[in-house]
């Protein structure tokens, strides 16, 4: 499969985060899909977490970080990681979240299969004991307003081709 070769590009905004942020790492790093990069978007004002995150970063050549001078949020440190992503595709992947090893894999597949420029799964939501809450099935949309109602859809579940963002389809600063 062609799509197995492509360059997927990661984004993980980070804001203190630092219990879950090696889990998170480890969980892209460990996919059985490789050609990744990893672009970490260091949201803080306080620079205490950034030794560890700089560690983290040593520990794989994959892994990009990039400073905010100002704190962005979220949505808006997103955009500036899909400014920065050189990937065919990409996924996202919040600093609190964990993937399973095949996920990326598993999507690209399925997404070459289908011929679909965008992808989402099913995802669990665990309470802090680690216990199950919830189980989000994945849907198909044939089209945007069906997502309109309500979207269950997790970002960091999603993996896109990158050339169908454009300039004026960015994140919202929350």
């Known amino acids: 499969i062609k799509s197995s070769m492509q360059l997927v590009s990661v984004i993980v905004p980070y804001h ?3 219990k879950f942020i ?5 969980s892209i790093k460990n996919q059985t899909y490789k050609n990744l ?13 950034l030794k560890y995150i700089k560690k983290i970063k040593r520990s794989d050549s994959r892994i990009k970080l990039i400073l905010n001078k100002n704190i962005l949020g979220a ?19 919040d600093a609190d979240d964990l993937w399973k090893k095949n996920k990326i894999q598993s999507q690209l597949l399925y997404m070459h299969k289908n011929k679909f420029d965008v992808c989402h799964t099913t995802y669990e939501i665990f309470r802090k004991n680690n216990k199950k809450r919830k189980l ?7 089209n945007y307003q ?4 309500s979207c269950d859809i997790g970002l960091s579940t999603i993996i896109l081709k990158k050339n ?8 919202s600063r929350l």
């Open 146 to 149: 069906q997502l309109l109602p």
């Open 164 to 171: 169908i963002i454009k300039k004026n389809c960015k994140f």
């Open 75 to 93: 949505g808006e440190s997103r955009n500036l990681g899909i400014k920065k992503a050189r990937g065919k595709y990409i996924a996202f992947l």
């Open 136 to 142: 989000m099935i994945a849907r198909t949309f044939k």
């Open 37 to 49: 990069e990893i672009i970490i978007i260091y949201d803080d004002e306080d620079y205490s977490d």
């Open 16 to 18: 203190r985060k630092i």
């Open 22 to 26: 090696k889990k998170t790492i480890n």
